[in-house]
């Protein structure tokens, strides 16, 4: 009875350690991809960003602006930081965890959209967050979410992984230096697709809920407190509205929703607010491939408008100097 009790402890104890092998590898693994969603967090997370001009924001920002094109006019060192489907809560939160990584920029550009200061609910492309969960700004940020973390999946060997294929194999062959090609550029990733007239049904604006209302308190007090710390670290705080198409009813939200706010926060802090919100790019959907972004074409030539418009603002980086 003895034996066959040790036997059976040793059946279930022997895999643990090789379990957590595996989880060493894939993690370490996606901590090296290049793949789409994790290509950013590694370079904040390796410290080998340290831009003067950091882009911040949703997609809005990762999709339509450029840091190769603006580093060719401003002579400067920039970075993309945008992040895909998420409000301004989860982009200060990159933020924050950027700036304990890395050099602070001289110049952040908070690209604004319609929803910046809404709340997701759920835990939106929860695996990008997988092999990071070492950090406790990770688990606090992404504990406010449905999706949330468990317990197993932070500690147990390979549980976060558990429904991830594609992710668990991306890690294995990362780790070999065989994972996904470099598809990223310093955060940008544009999409080459053309018009298809998406985002219509989705620009209703029901009446505000309690919970909205509420949502919008706590992000505009996070939103407070990043400009005062861009102001307590010398931090130029430059907004941006890249250009949306034009439609009646979604630009009418967009100026009383966003435009103005942003406009009152710039007046009030002596922040440059640059407004592309009526700029003719927004009333031609061959620069578009849906009603809030611009296709690749469309992305590349605002970059190139924006970096003209910063360079009187933006002072070259010392070794173009």
Known sequence: MKKALIKALLFFLLPIPLLYVADSIITRGLQRSHGLYFAVWNDIYSSRINADVLICGSSRAGRMISPLILDSTLHSNSYNLGMDGWEFTMQYARTRIYLQHNRKPKYILQCIDLKLFTERTNLFLHEQFLPYLQDTCIVNITNRFTGRFSFAERHLPLFRYNNAPGVVAEGWWSFWGN???????????????????????????????????????????????????????????????????????????????????????????????????????????????????????????????LASDLKPIISPSPRWQ
């Open 179 to 305: 994972g996904a090609r470099q598809s990223v550029q310093k955060g940008y990733m544009p999409y080459e697709n053309k018009w298809d007239g998406s985002f219509f049904n989705r620009v209703r604006d029901p009446e505000p809920t309690q919970a909205d209302m509420a949502a919008i308190q706590r992000t505009t007090a996070e939103f407070d407190s990043f400009i005062h710390y861009c102001k307590a670290n010398d931090i130029q705080l430059i907004f941006v509205y890249p250009p949306t198409f034009h439609e009646p009813h979604f630009s009418a939200l967009v100026t009383t929703n966003i435009i103005a706010p942003i406009r009152q926060y710039a007046e009030k802090y002596h922040l440059i607010f640059l407004d592309y919100s009526n700029d003719p790019m927004c009333y031609n959907s061959f620069y578009f491939y849906n009603i809030s972004h611009l296709n690749k074409y469309g992305a590349e030539l605002f970059s190139r408008r």
